[in-house]
């Protein structure tokens, strides 16, 4: 049993196993966004044209992580941060993330 407060720091590997994308694979599907009607209903404050900049930015800027990308790109971390949830919920089932337990 751990009786010290632990924090354990995982990777984007650690949820290949559920079909969650990897890094290269990550930024792809978000620049995949442009020009998809997944942009059309932005939280209030950040508009269509606002997301696809960054879509092109992202693509054209090398990284394949798009952890480095937000680290470079501050002012816009915050859309970046929501474009990424929103691409990993879209790949959220929740049978592989927590699969049925057999009693037998």
């Known amino acids: 049993m751990i009786e010290t407060p632990t924090v354990l720091v995982l990777g984007a590997g650690a949820s290949v196993h559920a079909n969650y994308p990897l890094g290269g694979q990550l930024v792809n ?13 932005l ?10 900049d960054f ?10 992580s798009i952890d480095a990308f937000l680290g470079s790109d501050v002012e816009h971390a915050a859309l970046g941060k929501y474009l990424l949830a929103r691409v990993l919920k879209a790949r959220e089932v929740t049978d592989r993330l927590f699969p049925p337990h057999s009693s037998g």
């Open 55 to 64: 879509c092109t930015r992202l693509s054209r800027s090398g990284h394949y």
């Open 29 to 41: 599907q978000i620049c995949q966004l442009r020009g998809s009607a997944e942009l059309d209903d």
């Open 43 to 52: 939280p209030e404050g950040w508009t269509r044209t606002e997301a696809e």
